[in-house]
């Protein structure tokens, strides 16, 4: 077998099978033309040779018949598997990307989770000026500067309820 298509095994049993009938009737065109050939005479001959000629011409032509089929036969199969790599590699990106999604929303849900846990923290402490890595994480989680992650930090460390708002607005 090539990369794709029949096996030898596969091909064996279509030639054996087309075949026989080949060979059956290669029997009957053989046996044909030698009727045509042995009797009759002079006069007959003619036709007699004609008749041979066109008992072998049959032959050739299902000798054809019967490559085309198991080579029609071959290249069905090797549409059939390259569909079917084609449908396991869409289902296979599909399940990366799926995966990677959900790798996404982990990673952002942890990210809120930590930023929110630095909000609370400020409010609990009732610091008035926040750490530099609470403003950061506010800041990347918000899209916003420093200056004004700094500043929904100590509104929101005086004022519980600001807090409240500003995360329903996200």
């Not at 060979?23 to 006069?43: I, P, T």
């Not at 992650?149 to 005086?158: D, K, M, Q």
């Amino acid at each position: 077998m090539g990369t794709l298509g029949l096996t030898e095994q596969e091909r064996s049993v279509l030639e054996g099978r087309l075949g026989s009938r080949a060979d059956a009737a290669a029997n009957a065109a053989k046996q044909e033309r030698e009727r045509y050939l042995s009797g009759g005479g002079a006069a007959g001959a003619g036709t007699n040779l004609l008749g041979a000629q066109i008992g072998e011409g049959q032959l050739r032509s299902q000798n054809t018949a019967i490559a085309q089929a198991i080579e029609e036969q071959n290249l069905k199969k090797v549409a059939d598997q390259t569909d079917e790599i084609r449908a396991l590699e869409a289902a296979n990106a599909q399940y990366k990307a799926d995966r990677a999604a959900a790798l996404a929303g982990v990673v952002a849900g942890g990210f809120e989770g930590a930023t929110t846990s630095a909000m609370n923290k400020a409010l609990e402490s009732g610091a008035k000026a926040p750490s530099a890595n609470a403003v950061s994480a506010i800041a990347k989680m918000y899209g916003l500067s420093d200056d004004q992650a700094r500043g929904l930090l100590e509104v929101t460390a005086s004022n519980p309820e600001a807090a409240v708002l500003f995360g329903k607005l996200k």
